[in-house]
Antibody
C-alpha cells in the first residue's frame, strides 16, 4: 500500500535551517509529484511547492521561494524539504503528499523558538 | 492566485441528517480537457488530511458513498448524506488547476 513516512519533530532556533524527509513506499517513486503543504496551528493549508522525482523539476509558491528548497533522492525513494532562515512564523506542521494530494504523510511538527 | 472561499465556517449536524458545504473559486476551474480541478479533503482531529472527492465529483477510493461532490465552473458543493459521528473534522476544498495550489479556509463539522 502507498505510504509516505515523514521524519520526526524538530525544535530549532530562529535563524537556523532544518531539513525534513518524506520516504515513499508502495508505488513507483518517480511516477508522481510530491507536494509539500504547511499548516500553522489552527490554520488552513498552504501549498509550498512540488517536485517531480523523475526529473527533479520543481514548482514553488512565490510566497515560499527562498524559504523552502525541495530535493529528492531516487535511490532511497525519499523527498526532502529544507527550510532556511527560520522564524517563529515557520512554526507549523509540514506535510508531504503525493500527486493530486491523494496520499499524505503523517506530518512533521517544526517548532522555531529561542 | 486563485482564491477559494468556503461556507459556512462551521456546521452542526444531527446524526442521520444531511450536510452541505459550499466552495467558490475566484476563477473557473474547468480545464480545456473538460475536467474540473476541484478537490475535497477531510482532516479528522489530530490527523493528516485525506482525499474525499477528486475532479469535482469523483469519490476517492475507500470513501463512503454518503459523500458526493457537484458544481459548476466556479461554484461547488460537498454533500454528506446520513452524517455519522466519524465524519467530524474540518473539510477543505482545494483547486489543483494551477500553481500555486490553493485551499479554502475550511468548514468544521460537528455532531449535535
Amino acid at each position: 500500500q502507498v505510504q509516505l513516512q515523514q521524519s520526526g519533530a524538530e525544535l530549532t532556533k530562529p535563524g537556523s535551517s532544518v531539513k525534513i524527509s518524506c520516504k515513499a513506499s508502495g508505488y513507483t517513486f518517480t511516477s508522481y509529484d510530491i507536494s509539500w503543504i504547511k499548516q500553522r496551528p489552527g490554520q488552513a493549508l498552504e501549498w509550498i511547492g512540488a517536485i517531480n522525482p523523475g526529473s527533479g523539476g520543481t514548482g514553488y509558491n512565490e510566497k515560499f521561494k527562498g524559504k523552502a528548497t525541495l530535493t529528492v533522492d531516487k535511490s532511497s525513494s525519499t523527498a526532502f524539504m529544507q527550510l532556511s532562515s527560520l522564524t517563529p512564523e515557520d512554526t507549523a506542521v509540514y506535510y508531504c503528499a503525493r500527486g493530486y494530494l491523494g496520499y499524505w504523510g503523517q506530518g512533521v511538527m517544526v517548532t522555531v523558538s529561542s | 492566485d486563485i482564491v477559494m472561499t468556503q461556507a459556512p465556517l462551521s456546521v452542526s449536524v444531527t446524526p442521520g441528517e444531511s450536510a452541505s458545504i459550499s466552495c467558490r473559486s475566484s476563477k473557473s476551474l474547468l480545464h480545456s480537457n473538460g475536467i474540473t480541478y476541484v478537490y475535497w479533503y477531510l482532516q479528522k482531529p489530530g490527523k493528516s488530511p485525506q482525499l474525499l472527492i477528486y475532479r469535482m465529483s469523483n469519490l476517492a477510493s475507500g470513501v463512503p458513498d454518503r459523500f458526493s461532490g457537484s458544481g459548476s465552473e466556479t461554484d461547488f458543493t460537498l454533500k454528506i448524506s446520513r452524517v455519522e459521528a466519524e465524519d467530524v473534522g474540518i473539510y477543505y476544498c482545494g483547486q489543483l488547476l494551477e500553481n500555486p495550489l490553493t485551499f479554502g479556509s475550511g468548514t468544521k463539522l460537528e455532531i449535535k
